[in-house]
């Protein structure tokens, strides 16, 4: 023995020895990104071992409104939260998070000035604490550059796509990327506010804004194949489903719309005492699905849940249900979503959606909570999970609840 206490802390050197196959081993079994990045932070000989190594991805992440977070510790069928913890990133209490993509959040700051619309916009890092500052969604304005009108192809409507060196007034519901802001690849920010598509791109001023009545505040956005798709329902017709995409093109430094078509018209199966409740799209395995979620009339309580694959062979293209996800699992949330392969984890199955928007907040007296409903896709059986919220964030977290996937 050297007389050391056995509690005292290994000497640097020692740290710095652990083999880089060892380190990878110990990775595989740390499914939560934060542990993770306290791994690569230990010493610059963990950090560059770290980087070559190729665990499985980490769990998803969830995001609150205060900046506090909880990372998935284990998955179905017996799936468990980490404790919630602060981060020390942002404390402003007035942001909303409403996009994601990798570690990158996209969040937003409420007007003063004008009601029901944003006053800022930004991109921020959850691990490296980088921001990205986007341009303002809200200021006064006089003058608008109108630059074309588009027909939107097989309907009567139209898109007119507006230019202008001031901001346009717009509350951001959800924010999707086509690419990490950090990769070399040229990041498109698409933004879905009340009848108005917002587009983005690294050195533009303002946003290119594509405003039409045919664009309904609840759609859903997705980037896929380098276009933008977009599922909504008809308001007076809710059992109707159309589908849009958007064709993009740059101008003079500016990403722009330049082509418009409804790809799908589609009478959604009834389902008997239920409406649609939610639908969400979402990329899997190189195709495009949509989730559509049936509600009791009353209680608007989880009834059913559809899936189906966007068939493009056809024209228009047409909806297939699939009953499996070859063993992968999807996290859908109104503010992000994504596939996630959930084989690549000792002990988990796969064929399981997880549901975490829109569903009934639960109180008690000493924590706030929230359900995951968990849907089996095989045998089309739900379970319902509770999640505990950090206690400074009562009132309306659930409008910030957001999924993170960091990429390693």
């Keep these: 023995m050297d007389g050391r206490n056995s509690g005292d ?10 083999p880089a196959d060892m380190l990878g081993l110990v990775l595989r079994v740390i499914p939560c990104a934060a542990d993770r990045a306290r791994v690569r932070s230990v010493c610059r000989s963990w950090r560059a071992a770290a980087a070559i190594q190729r665990p499985p991805p980490p769990l998803p992440v969830l995001v609150f409104s205060r900046f506090s977070f909880t990372s998935l510790s284990r998955l179905s069928p017996a799936m468990a939260f980490t404790k919630p913890r602060r981060s020390l990133v942002h404390k ?25 619309a944003d006053s800022h916009c930004f991109l921020l890092n959850l691990m490296s604490r980088k921001k990205i500052q986007l341009p303002r969604p809200c200021a006064l304005h006089f003058f608008d550059y109108f630059c074309k009108t588009l027909p939107i192809v097989n309907t009567s409507g139209w898109v007119d796509i507006i230019i202008h060196d001031r901001e346009y007034s717009m509350c951001f519901r959800k924010v999707v990327l086509s690419a990490s802001p950090a990769s070399d690849s040229m990041c498109i920010v698409a ?13 533009m001023r303002s946003w290119c804004v594509c405003r039409s009545f045919g664009i309904d505040g609840s759609a859903d956005i997705a980037f896929y194949q380098g276009r933008i798709y977009m599922a909504m329902v008809s308001t007076y017709f809710p059992h109707i489903l159309s589908i849009l995409f958007f064709q993009l093109e740059e101008v003079n430094g500016r990403v722009m719309v330049s082509y418009v078509e409804q790809c799908v018209t589609e009478t959604l199966p009834p389902v008997e005492g239920c409406v649609v409740n939610e639908f969400h799209i979402v990329e899997w395995r190189g ?51 994504r596939s996630f392969p959930a084989c690549q984890y000792d002990g988990a199955k796969g064929d399981f959606v997880y549901f975490v928007s829109k569903y009934r907040q639960q109180t008690t007296s000493v924590h706030h909570s929230f359900d995951v409903l968990v849907y089996n896709v095989r045998d089309a059986t739900m379970t319902p999970f509770h999640a505990f919220v950090p206690e400074d964030n009562s009132g309306p977290f659930t409008d910030n609840l957001l999924l993170l996937f960091p990429p390693k």
């Design 9 to 18: 802390a290994l000497p640097r050197e020692r740290w710095n020895d652990i």
């Design 92 to 116: 402003d209490v007035t942001i909303r998070w409403v996009g994601s993509f990798d570690e990158w959040l996209v969040g937003t700051k409420p007007s003063r000035e004008c009601k029901d």
């Design 191 to 203: 933004a879905i506010s009340n009848h108005t598509l917002a587009l983005w791109h690294p050195g």
């Design 287 to 337: 195709k495009l699905l949509l989730i559509v979620v049936y509600a009791g009339r009353v209680w608007l309580d989880t009834q059913k849940i559809g899936i189906y694959a966007l068939d493009f062979s056809t024209n228009p293209h047409s909806l297939t249900e699939i009953n499996n996800l070859d063993g992968d699992c999807l996290f859908i949330s109104s503010r992000s979503s």
